[in-house]
């Protein structure tokens, strides 16, 4: 079936350092994969679509890859922030246009 | 732009009771609606996709006579939990595409549920 996994369950960083976070997907290839920000309690925030054909795609301190070779996406966050520390969802199209979502990394920057 | 808004944020219920969940795009039009859950320290699960005017579909294991869901207009999709369990009890989360032919989906701040 088709599966997105994101790996690292949490990620415990310094302020001002880059926090990069995987998701890797097996038994298929998502035509995009996108990116979300979700807090306790609270619906996921959209933040970047990347898809099948783009190798990477930025938005302010934000950067998201795309290799089909490995099947895998990375997200980056530079000169990361304590109001970065969220959970971060990686989320791949179905083939319907619904979303099968990874588990999660839950990232802290530390001040 | 892309806002999506849910009512309740959250609600109690007794066993037994329904309970009816509102989705709503608030500044675009959505053809398309899909409602999650989401168990605590879990990832969200897609329960049914939603379409303007037509049959919700469902996945694999979600009863349709338990999860009634309709998308009356471009603007609104509601889920009603009949006869709720506590089982039932969980986050929903929905999220609409724009009409305009975008991929994104924007997904709305979820509704707590709890069934005692």
């Known amino acids: 079936s088709q599966k997105i996994e994101q790996n690292s369950e949490a990620l415990n960083i310094q302020e001002g350092k880059t926090a990069t976070l995987t998701c890797n997907y097996t038994?298929?290839?998502?035509?995009?994969l996108q990116w979300y920000r979700q807090d306790p309690g609270r619906g996921p925030v959209f933040l970047l679509l990347?898809?099948?054909?783009?190798k990477e795609k930025r938005k302010e301190r934000l950067k998201v890859t795309f290799d089909t070779t490995l099947k895998q996406s990375l997200f980056h966050i530079t000169a990361s922030q304590p109001a970065d520390s969220a959970t971060y969802l990686c989320?791949?199209?179905?083939?319907?246009?619904?979303?099968?979502f990874g588990s999660g990394t839950r990232l802290q920057v530390q001040p | 732009g892309a806002v999506v808004s849910q009512h309740p944020s959250w609600v109690i219920c007794k066993s037994g009771t329904s309970v009816k969940i509102e989705c709503r795009s608030l500044d675009f039009q959505a053809t398309t609606m899909f409602w999650y859950r989401q168990f605590p320290k879990q990832s969200l699960m897609l329960m049914a996709t939603s379409n303007e005017g037509s049959k919700a579909t469902y996945e694999q294991g979600v009863e349709k006579d338990k999860f009634l869901i309709n998308h009356a207009s471009l603007t609104l999709s509601t889920l009603t939990v009949t006869s709720a369990h506590p089982e039932d009890s969980s986050f929903y989360i929905c999220?609409?595409?724009?009409?305009?032919?975008?991929?994104?989906?924007?997904f709305g701040p979820g509704t707590r549920l709890t069934v005692l």
């Open positions: 999220s609409a595409i724009s009409s305009g032919g975008t991929d994104t989906q924007y």
């Open positions: 038994n298929y290839s998502p035509a995009y």
């Open positions: 989320a791949g199209d179905t083939g319907r246009r619904a979303l099968t």
């Open positions: 990347i898809r099948e054909n783009e």
